[in-house]
């Protein structure tokens, strides 16, 4: 009975759905050049940034970028304080079992690989697809890999809140220069070099290099404190 | 009707079911980790209908390669990408809040059903 209300309930929904997203004036509508076009333009003529997604990300949604990582922050603080234990209650019931030499040995193999290959989509982040979001992500699963692999395998929380704090710091540093330099919060104050070179598109690689080493720190402590979660 | 339109028709219905799934399991499931996985599976459906919002016709990444400052007019729009992966963290965020409390629930009362956590009750 309940689940014949819920089913009926979500027809009415997906009904309405369908037809605001499948309306030719929708499609019309959504194929004018409106902002999409000022953004394409602006990121080749004045930003030298190859990436568009990349530029709207660090710079004209720069602020935007501070929050997300704000709430990224606030999620790895709230999960660590909603799990937090005295001591002496902390049972010896564990998720991690013991891994096999083949898992450990693999690890180990393929650890440095991993981390090259998120420090590459960071550092690239204005070039290619990625950026640091996406970089610090691969950069946690080999630190997930490496636990899960070996038991004992620690990391140290004091680190990884100075490399996260450090990063929080330089972000916002790099906001205020803009202020002092061009006027506006997050303005684009270095030179912007030349498209598709390594080093163009001013503070945008640097400000993406900082939020990369953010979000691997924030997620490999998330990652830590859910894993050796005992009870 | 061309291949673009059974394309576009495609993205849309595919991402509203997968919202409409994620609602349903949300809605009627009684385990906690069976409501997380409905409320991913709503955040999935959702990036996948913000991402088909920016397509156009034999678009291209947004991205520029030598050679390729002309092809602005191919190019998708952008927008909705920045958009989805600040939505991409944010939901991640909301999943990894929503676990922690239910791994806290599930010390106290030794279940993961929502119908024997009698505290819910009032």
Redesign the interface.
């Known amino acids: 009975m309940?689940?014949a209300i819920?089913?009926l309930m979500?027809a009415v929904?997906?009904y309405f759905?369908?037809i605001t997203?499948?309306d030719p004036q929708f499609?019309a509508e959504?194929?004018r050049d409106g902002?999409?076009?000022f953004?394409?333009?602006k990121?080749?003529s004045e930003l030298k940034t190859?990436?568009?997604?990349t530029a709207?990300?660090v710079n004209f949604?720069g602020f935007?970028?501070l929050g997300?990582v704000t709430?990224?922050f606030?999620?790895?603080t709230?999960?660590g304080s909603?799990?937090f234990k005295k001591r002496h209650h902390i049972g010896d019931r564990t998720v991690l079992l013991p891994a096999s030499a083949i898992v450990g040995s693999g690890a180990k193999l393929i650890f440095p690989a991993i981390t090259l290959l998120g420090v590459y989509v960071f550092v690239h982040g204005h070039?290619?697809?990625g950026?640091g979001?996406q970089g610090g992500t691969i950069i946690a699963t080999g630190f997930l890999l490496m636990l899960i692999a070996y038991r004992d395998f620690s990391i140290s929380h004091n680190i990884l809140s100075v490399i996260e704090s450090l990063a929080g710091i330089g972000f916002v540093t790099f906001g205020l220069l803009g202020f002092m330099n061009g006027g506006t919060f997050l303005q684009n104050f270095l030179g912007t070099g030349v498209?598709?070179d390594l080093l163009s598109g001013g503070v945008i690689p640097i400000i993406y290099i900082l939020v990369g080493f953010k979000v691997a720190a924030e997620l490999t402590g998330?990652i830590y404190t859910?894993l050796h979660?005992k009870? | 009707m061309d291949t673009t339109e059974l394309i576009r028709i495609g993205v849309y219905g595919t991402s509203i079911l997968l919202i409409l799934i994620g609602l349903y399991a949300v809605l009627t499931k009684r385990s906690l980790i069976k409501i997380i996985i409905g409320l991913s599976i709503i955040d999935g459906g959702i990036h996948l209908l913000l991402i088909g919002i920016g397509y156009i016709k034999d678009g291209t990444a947004p991205i520029f390669s030598p050679g390729s400052e002309n092809a602005v007019a191919r190019m998708v729009d952008p927008v909705p990408q920045a958009l989805v992966l600040t939505a991409i963290v944010i939901g991640f965020g909301v999943t990894a809040v929503a676990l922690s409390l239910v791994i806290r629930l599930y010390r106290h009362h030794n279940t993961l059903k929502i119908d024997e956590i009698k505290n819910l009750k009032w």
């Open positions: 309940k689940k819920v089913i979500l929904f997906g759905l369908a997203f499948l499609e959504r194929n902002v999409k076009k953004y394409l333009d990121t080749v190859a990436n568009t997604v709207i990300v949604r935007d970028t997300e709430v990224l606030l999620a790895a709230a999960l909603i799990l070039l290619t697809p950026g979001f498209l598709n998330l859910v979660e009870g």
